[in-house]
């Protein structure tokens, strides 16, 4: 994919098992093209890096920026290989109300985008900078409302902002009236929310999946993938990889059957003419951006 991911997860400490669960995933013959082959990785990866993070080991930047940009790029990696499109990032795209959005996985690099997918991970143990948490952690669904509200008014803007390109070009895109569901979904780009959570019972895998049902009323697909550490509502305490397992999931939410759809879209546009440069291998080192609260 072509981006810059940030310092933290190129250098920082506590990103290790994040950058060597990526190297192996790059160096893999064939590349994955579904989840479910590097699921194993990603949940070793993360068990190694939840226990940096609950004994005090990882700093913020690795916390917020490291390990989106890990999840990012595995995700990156496996609709690129799916699809034979080359993805990357845009910067300063206007919508028809702002004029600078940051889009993170887009097809393709310039004009018009047809394919939007925005990442993030949910969910942290708790650790010495966080004594006011519970013992599990912070919720996940604590702060998967906002995002999820930031990216449905994100997908609004950016399809109103394309429709006036595509009219300024001669095409035209259905101006919002009437079902703003039912125009959402018939216009350009198509937008798709990506996350990895990491749930601290059943109350908030609940409230995971009923945000996440919610904005995919407005969006194009939702995708979600749940874990947790030993056994559900009870303390955490072990942070072995053996002691991290995914969980159930409706299967319209499912992150391996929204990832399906999305490759299927990719394959069926067009090639652009990035995707005759070949893929970055490797990654320069970038500055972070600040965290986000």
Known sequence: MARKPGKSLLTGAACAPLRDHLTAVRVTTPLPTSWSQVEQGFLAAMAEFDASVAAGNVSEGERQNGKGDYFNDLLAIVLESASGKLLTTRGLV??????KHNLDVTYPASGIAEVLVEAKMLGTPKHPGSPAE?????RASADLLKRAKELA???????????LMISQQGGHQDAPAGDLATWS????????????VRVTGSADLFACIKTSDNVAQLLDGVGIYAYTNDHLDEPAQNYSAAAFPGLSIP?????????????NILAALPVSSADQEPSATALPVAVDPPPVA
């Not at 519970?134 to 912070?138: I, L, N, P, Q, V």
């Not at 008014?153 to 429709?163: E, H, Q, R, S, T």
């Not at 979904?185 to 990895?196: D, E, G, V």
């Open 153 to 163: 008014f994100k997908a609004v803007d950016l399809k109103a902002g394309f429709g």
């Open 94 to 99: 206007a919508g028809m109300i702002f004029p």
């Open 134 to 138: 519970d013992d599990a952690g912070r």
């Open 251 to 263: 299967r319209s939410l499912q992150l391996e059957a929204t990832l399906h759809t999305i490759s």
């Open 185 to 196: 979904k018939n216009s350009k780009p198509k937008t798709y929310f990506l996350m990895a």
